[in-house]
């Protein structure tokens, strides 16, 4: 179990422990992790190849439909089953309980977040359906379209900002033991009081996993493009224009790639952690110092009480 340290710090100090807590413990986390970790970069690179170009693949798609549906099907649901296995591996590092117990606790929260996201999506999509419409009504008055753009920006920003507190509610519950589900909400709006350190931790993780995935994947992707050239070639009836053996070096880059992808999030999950950790640590702290004031209060009431009498 690796533990969190509850203080009050800075972005920029979570950001640092959680580089530093996979450093100073990747053999922990490497042990703990690597089935999970490995089971969704197989799953991963294997849905990344159904949709990649491929004749030969294409060819047996179209002999065989039925058995092409099935194995997709259980390609994609074992990608969903990887996701979520991963999740409560990377949750089960930070929690002291059996992975029974944190496998429960991680798929209450996960279908409850899907759902209220679900929601909150549907609703944007009719919203954005209803600008659409509007904007096909008015295509020819910029006044009209200018207004429907910035409905349009609107709509997509609150929607940012209803999700961003739901980032805290979804660590915390996994975190704190003494955290349930009845009180969301409260987690929620204690997440909205924290609404601009968590939207600039969002935005930076965010920044930085594109980065270290666009470095991450450059061999990767220089073997796609080559790969996807050569496969649109042959479906036009060319020959292909790579070795046989081309194939599996995609492969194995693509799962080297998806692996090192995997503990780069992860380092991403320590800092929302640490994060949610400093903010708890914060509200603690507000609470104390307000029931103190409140105390001082009392006391004073009670000493002027006494002074009058």
């Given amino acids: 179990m690796i533990s969190i340290q509850h203080n009050d710090r800075s972005l920029t100090a979570c950001i640092h422990e959680a580089i530093t807590m996979m450093q100073s413990q990747w053999r922990q986390i ?3 992790s690597w089935p999970a970790v490995l089971f969704l970069t197989v799953f991963a690179t294997t849905t990344l190849l159904f949709r990649l170009p491929n004749k030969a693949l294409h060819d047996w798609g179209l002999a065989s439909p039925t058995a092409a549906r099935v194995i997709q099907t259980i390609v994609y649901f074992g990608t969903l ?3 979520f296995f991963y999740e409560a591996t990377t949750f089960h590092l930070f929690r002291s309980d059996s992975w029974r117990a944190t496998t429960w606790r991680t798929a209450k929260v996960v279908v409850l977040t899907l759902i209220i996201m679900g929601i ?3 609703l ?3 919203g954005l359906r209803g600008i659409g419409s509007l904007y096909m009504a008015h295509v020819g008055q910029p006044v009209a379209v200018l207004l429907i753009g910035l409905t349009a920006i609107i709509l997509a920003a609150f929607v940012i900002f209803l999700f961003v507190p739901v980032s805290y ?3 915390k519950y996994m975190l704190d033991n003494q955290a349930k589900l009845k009180n969301y909400w409260s987690y929620w709006r204690t997440g909205l009081k924290r609404w601009g350190l968590l939207f600039i931790a969002l935005i930076l993780v ?4 594109a980065i270290t995935t666009a470095l991450t994947f ?4 220089i073997l796609i493009t080559a790969q996807t050239i050569s496969q649109l070639g042959a479906l036009d009836g060319d020959d292909l224009g790579t070795p046989a053996y081309f194939p599996i070096l995609v492969i194995v880059f693509c799962a080297l790639a998806f692996f090192c992808l995997s503990y780069l999030v992860m380092i991403a999950h320590f800092v929302l952690f640490n994060l949610t950790a400093a903010i708890d640590a914060h509200e603690k ?3 104390e110092m307000n029931e103190a004031e409140k105390e001082e209060e009392i006391e004073e009431k009670v000493e002027m009480e006494n002074i009058k009498y």
């Fill in 81 to 83: 089953l990887a996701v």
């Fill in 285 to 287: 702290g507000k609470k």
């Fill in 30 to 32: 490497l042990r703990s």
């Fill in 218 to 221: 450059l061999p990767a992707n």
């Fill in 169 to 171: 509610v979804y660590a």
């Fill in 206 to 209: 965010t920044l930085i996993l």
């Fill in 120 to 122: 909150i999506l549907a």
């Fill in 124 to 126: 944007a999509a009719i």
